[in-house]
């Protein structure tokens, strides 16, 4: 991280002794001169960096999430129906192929019962089991989906008997930087649960998604022109990946496909570990993985050279300096896999982080909301009804440009009064 860098995020991270009372009411979300750091010159940017999170991190998770219970208990009715249908379903597939009854929640004996009919599956995922196609495995699949979705629910009306949810947050959740949730993983309720999380009296949600943010962390600390101008183009980055590739009309690739590909370059993921998660042949996964790094090879000329490094010196850092170090009996085919995933993955943490921050001081200096939830790489953010044009101008602002980088972040952003509201209009 050149000097220069360092200053712009210790101006970014200062809020000048400014006030930032909340304006939802309580105490402060970001006490005064929490991210003053003029009397810390010899902090280095990860330092800095760190300290400013930590006071946003402890007001986010004292906030939680409001829950509507009255559709909790709806939901809750209606997980535990759907639950005994599929176990009725799943039963007579069972009787009809002779199998004996097993506990579904345990892999070994799903995996046994598959066997003794001679049906193979690389995983137990809902959507592998579905595309196998047998009417024994579509009934396991949406017997098993049905038990964790009632488990969810329970467990939702379990930690929510004060009308809202909290979970402990991680700042170093992971070796890369990312911020975790535990206790209560929040950032994983189910996309059709989403619906029972909803905004304060007089408040509404601003849920805000950043686009392909790895990749922009790829494409601007390997200065890939290429990738570059496809993030920065009009057209989604992905869709536009798959009009280069020269793959078989006819069958085309879906956008999860390639997205799941073009990760693998900066994830380091062989493509044995492509082919498992896309269920291809190997030599598809791999002919993949090599068109993509033939379509930026800038990209992949910059993770090569960290790989190499990490071999080296058995340690490899962010370019803010977050380390990972190796044990020198480590196969070193992992360690290049690692050390091509921690660059990326630990510098796209520090731009979220850094924006995380800059966002905050803005909704606290404005009065125009808090945030209430960092998902991944998205936003989950109470903003007050009577200001909410204003904000989501403000945030955008904000949210797409950010020193660590030298191309603008792409982001979606929407609005609603439940974050499942909020998430659908933002698509």
Known sequence: MS???????????????????????????????????????????????????????????????????????????????????????????????????????????????????????????????????????????????????????????????????????????????????????????????????ISRQGTCFVYCDFSAMDMMSLASLSDDKKMIDMLTGETDFYLSVAEQLRVDEEEGLERSEIKLGALAIGYGMTPYGLAEVLEWEIQDAGELIGEIKHLFPQAETFLKAQADKAVETWMISSPLGRRRFFDEKERKDKVRRVARNHVIQGHAADVFKERLVALADLLAREKWGRIILPIHDAFLIEVRENCVGEAISGIREVLTRSPLLNISLKMKIGTGATWAEAVKNAE
């Open 3 to 197: 000097p220069r860098s360092i200053e712009e995020i210790r101006r970014c991270l200062s809020v000048g002794g400014q006030t930032s009372d909340t304006c939802l009411g309580g105490d402060a979300l970001v006490p005064q001169g929490m991210l003053d750091f003029s009397d810390h010159k010899d902090l280095d940017g990860l330092v800095l960096l760190e300290q400013a999170v930590h006071p946003v991190l402890s007001g986010i998770e004292q906030a939680g999430l409001l829950v509507d219970t009255a559709a909790l208990m709806d939901a809750n009715r209606k997980a535990r129906h759907r639950s005994s249908l599929a176990e009725i379903a799943f039963r007579d597939q069972r009787q009809r192929f002779g199998c004996p009854s097993i506990n579904v929640g345990s892999d070994l004996q799903c995996k046994k019962l598959l066997g003794r009919l001679g049906i193979e599956v690389r995983d137990l995922k809902r959507r592998t089991l579905k595309r196998r196609g047998h009417p024994l495995t579509v009934a396991l699949a949406d017997f098993r989906h049905a038990v964790r979705r009632k488990s969810m629910v329970k467990r939702l009306i379990q930690f929510s008997s004060r009308g809202a949810l909290f979970g402990h947050i991680k700042q170093f959740g992971t070796a890369t930087g990312r911020i975790s949730i535990s206790a209560f993983e929040l950032m994983n309720i189910p996309r059709d649960l989403r619906h029972l999380i």
